[in-house]
């Protein structure tokens, strides 16, 4: 199994570099690492239009607008340090207990994985 990993975990903040929505900043809701796609909170955001439907108990379902986020490409967004507040390039580092931090090129500092 060839799965892409990517730098970005659920809860990391990202700014869009890209795109229709570049420059915004937001949190990652979701990430789908199988097709290199995330989901960011407010950004690439989609109107559904829900019609009024009868369900299978006989009642109705209601109708109206939903908003919601559709992925974009994990290679739209960068993930932003909290110690220099932009956007930055990072870097693996093995630590000797086995976990990985990821590095901010520009400050040397790691960022800190959510959750
Ligand atoms: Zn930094």
Do not use: F, W, Y
Not at 12 to 33: E, Y
Not at 96 to 104: L, N, P
């Amino acid at each position: 199994m060839t799965q892409k990993k990517l730098n970005m975990r659920t809860g990391d903040t990202v700014q869009v570099i890209a795109g229709n929505d570049i420059g915004r900043q937001g949190q990652v809701l979701r990430t789908i690492p199988s097709q290199g796609l995330v989901v960011v909170q407010d950004v690439n955001m989609r109107k559904h239009h829900k019609r009024p439907s009868a369900n299978a108990k006989g009642g109705i379902t209601e109708g109206g607008i939903v908003t919601h986020e559709e992925p974009i490409r994990v290679s739209n967004v960068m993930l932003v340090c909290p110690h220099c507040d932009e956007p930055v390039r990072t870097r693996r580092r093995h630590d000797a207990d086995g976990t990985i931090e990821r590095i901010c090129k520009r400050c040397d500092n790691p960022i800190p994985t959510p959750g």
